[in-house]
């Protein structure tokens, strides 16, 4: 069983185009994050959420809106996608309990984004 | 605001050399150190960590000592193998900083046969 899952595994689209990124955790969690992977292999968390509830929303365009219907699920929903867009996009849990600064991350295998 | 810095690659190696990665870090409060790997083509998994000074995580064959002092946190391996070449990230969490995780740049290592 993937203990993250997260689809598409590859999306490739036109500029300006609105796409979605989904990604499901079995593993019982709590919290969940979005990473954006750049080119050069940095990576910086974008969102976390903690049952549903937004917790870090770092300095990310208004384009990209996390949506949690419940905490097993943390979709992803970019709109008028842009050039520099293109990333891998790495989903992530965690049990967001005790002590959430030690807790361990499960990531995604990620989804290769190229905007065309 | 928190950082972490790590050695460039690409690293290259033969198999059963030594590695080490470099790895310091600036940090507001008491942070957790981790190393994740990124194998190609999939997403990053823990390697190992720790969470206050001089601990040393350990996993694999892989170590690494937190050094409060040094603000280090330098990832060794005494005989590597092919199947270590991946992706290493070296990163922290520190509870003053809303418990997100801070990476480093990643390093490549590559092993070879």
């Known amino acids: 069983d993937t203990a993250v899952s997260q689809t598409p595994k590859y999306l490739v689209t036109q500029m300006g185009n609105d796409k979605s990124i989904k990604c499901e955790q079995n593993?019982?969690?709590?919290?969940m994050y979005w990473y954006k992977q750049d080119s050069k292999k940095f990576l910086k968390i974008m969102f976390s959420?903690?049952?549903?509830?937004?917790?870090i929303n770092e300095t990310v365009p208004n384009r990209f809106s996390p949506k949690s219907p419940d905490k097993a699920h943390l979709n992803l929903h970019i709109n008028s996608l842009e050039l520099g867009d293109s990333a891998v996009y790495f989903c992530?849990?965690?049990?967001?309990?005790?002590?959430?600064?030690?807790?361990?991350?499960?990531f995604g295998p990620g989804t290769r984004l190229l905007v065309l | 605001g928190n950082s972490v810095t790590q050695m460039e690659g690409p690293v290259t190696l033969s198999e059963e050399a030594f590695l080490t990665i470099n790895c310091t870090y600036t940090?507001?409060?008491?942070?957790?150190l981790f190393w994740y790997v990124q194998y190609p083509g999939e997403g990053l998994q823990l390697l190992l960590k720790?969470?206050?000074?001089?601990d040393k995580g350990s996993n694999k064959g892989f170590e690494a000592t937190y050094r409060k002092e040094t603000t280090s946190f330098h990832l060794e391996k005494g005989s590597v193998q092919v199947s270590d070449s991946a992706v290493y990230f070296c990163?922290?969490?520190?509870?003053?900083?809303?418990?997100?995780?801070?990476f480093g740049g990643g390093t490549r290592v590559l092993v070879k046969p």
């Open positions: 990163a922290l969490s520190d509870r003053a900083a809303g418990n997100k995780l801070t």
């Open positions: 720790a969470t206050k000074a001089d």
């Open positions: 940090a507001t409060g008491y942070p957790s």
């Open positions: 992530a849990s965690g049990t967001g309990r005790g002590a959430p600064h030690q807790e361990t991350q499960y």
């Open positions: 593993l019982g969690h709590d919290t």
């Open positions: 959420y903690n049952n549903k509830e937004l917790i």
